[in-house]
């Protein structure tokens, strides 16, 4: 009786071997080029060329935008997690936990710096499901933020304009990047800003 042979499994487990391994490259390189160049100038044939393979390649594992986005988004943020909101619901007080909210989120704007600041300028570009993502982890955050405080009426939205505000890209990247200041102080000046919305008053 002739026995089967191990030739064909271990020719299919190395093709799919480096299949994966073609695949990881060319997210590698979708990664890399929208950090640099940002979304709205990440071509197939760059992603392919980065990548050293065709462009063939590229639509045979990601036949449009939206999974490539995905897979790409999934493989980004598996690194570079967003911080999680619920950690900071539970801290009191809630100035407390507001500061370190914003301290957290200001550390991974500075860690995620060129990537946010290409796929916020290219948004328009980017598929509405990746966009919706990103907006609605924002407006999650804010809401976080929000919930247990007092306030009420305009009190209550002007505060939460100036959580919305401050938990922005754009305005840690003025801060820090256009004005200078260092994390601490940003979080400490948007901080006081918050409050003094408690209690403003004007004509």
Do not use: N
């Amino acid at each position: 009786m002739k026995l089967p042979t191990a030739g064909r499994p271990y020719r299919k487990g190395k093709r799919a071997e480096s299949e994966l391994q073609t695949r990881d490259r060319i997210i590698e390189a979708t990664v890399g080029l929208h950090e640099s160049v940002g979304p709205a100038h990440t071509t197939v044939q760059a992603i392919a060329d980065k990548a050293g393979v065709q462009r063939a390649t590229v639509y045979k594992h990601f036949p449009d935008t939206e999974a490539l986005f995905q897979a790409c988004t999934a493989h980004y943020y598996a690194r570079h997690p967003m911080p999680d909101p619920g950690t900071w619901v539970a801290i009191k007080p809630l100035e407390k936990g507001l500061r370190v909210a914003l301290a957290d989120l200001y550390a991974w704007f500075e860690e995620t710096e060129r990537m946010t600041l290409t796929g916020i300028r290219d948004l328009d570009v980017v598929p509405s499901a990746a966009r919706d993502a990103f907006l609605g982890y924002f407006e999650h955050v804010r809401k976080a933020l929000m919930a247990g405080r007092p306030e009420r009426g305009r009190v209550r939205a002007r505060v939460s304009a100036a959580i919305g505000h401050a938990i922005s890209f754009s305005t840690w990247h003025s801060l820090v990047r256009e004005q200078g200041l260092g994390r601490d102080e940003s979080v400490a000046l948007m901080a006081a800003l918050i409050d003094s919305a408690r209690s403003l008053s004007y004509p």
